[in-house]
């Protein structure tokens, strides 16, 4: 097991709510990339941060939005949720650099009703 | 951006025998490709990858290969065992821009070993 750790584990909203998930690294990891998977699909990139920047984007529009934090652990924000927006979240830690394991958390499921 | 195209979406295999599952990318300046497992409602688990520098990589029954020119890359399992059924995805990194990798994934690849 990788020491990333997110939570919640499971939630459950309403569409047009808001919600804030959220994720801590792996000892030593100084980036966090969060990505999107929907049932049966591969996980799709959102966005990552490093330095608590925002350091690249996937195609996800603006009510997708993040923060990282001093102890490189970080949050997604969505607002304004969709039904589509129901999926696993999973976040991934990584040394900033190229060609970097990424290794990530266990997820989080959001179902939007 | 990278496109990751993975086949066969379900793959069969008698325990003891070999699996294979292929993937392709589009962009040339990819240089990063791990494979993850993924077990029904658990993580993502990265189990090997590649860089671009190197053609092979092998880790006890699992092994890559990367063709840089045909860009398309495979995981080999050999000597299948029952808990070696899961989801595989491929992944490939865009590199460029990013210090990091934001890793493209393919569609995945159920794996299910018959004892």
């Known amino acids: 097991e990788t020491g990333v750790t997110q939570s919640p584990t499971h939630l459950i909203k309403t569409r047009g709510q808001q919600v804030t998930l959220r994720c801590s690294s792996q000892s030593g990891h100084n980036t966090v990339s969060w990505y999107q998977q929907a049932l049966g699909q591969g996980p799709q990139f959102i966005f990552q941060?490093?330095?608590?920047?925002?350091?690249g984007r996937g195609n996800f529009p603006p009510r997708f939005s993040g923060l990282q934090f001093p102890n490189y652990s970080s949050e997604l924000n969505v607002n304004a949720l969709e039904l589509d927006d129901s999926a696993l979240y999973l976040c991934a830690s990584s040394l900033y650099g190229l060609a970097r394991e990424q290794y990530f958390g266990p997820g989080t499921r959001l179902t939007v009703t | 951006g990278e496109n990751v195209e993975q086949h066969p979406s379900t793959l069969s295999v008698q325990e003891g025998d070999s699996a294979v599952i292929k993937c392709t990318y589009s962009?040339?300046?990819?240089?990063?490709f791990p494979w993850y497992k993924q077990e029904l409602g658990k993580r993502p688990q990265l189990i090997i990858d590649?860089?671009?520098?190197?053609g092979e990589k092998k880790d006890q029954r699992i092994a890559v290969t990367l063709n840089k020119t045909a860009k398309h890359f495979s995981l080999h399992i050999t000597e299948t065992q029952p808990e070696d059924s899961a989801v595989y995805f491929c992944a490939a990194s865009e590199g460029g821009s990013f210090g990091n990798e934001k890793l493209t994934f393919g569609t995945g690849t159920r794996l299910t070993i018959i004892p």
């Open positions: 962009d040339s300046a990819s240089n990063y």
């Open positions: 941060y490093y330095r608590e920047e925002e350091n």
């Open positions: 590649i860089r671009s520098n190197v």
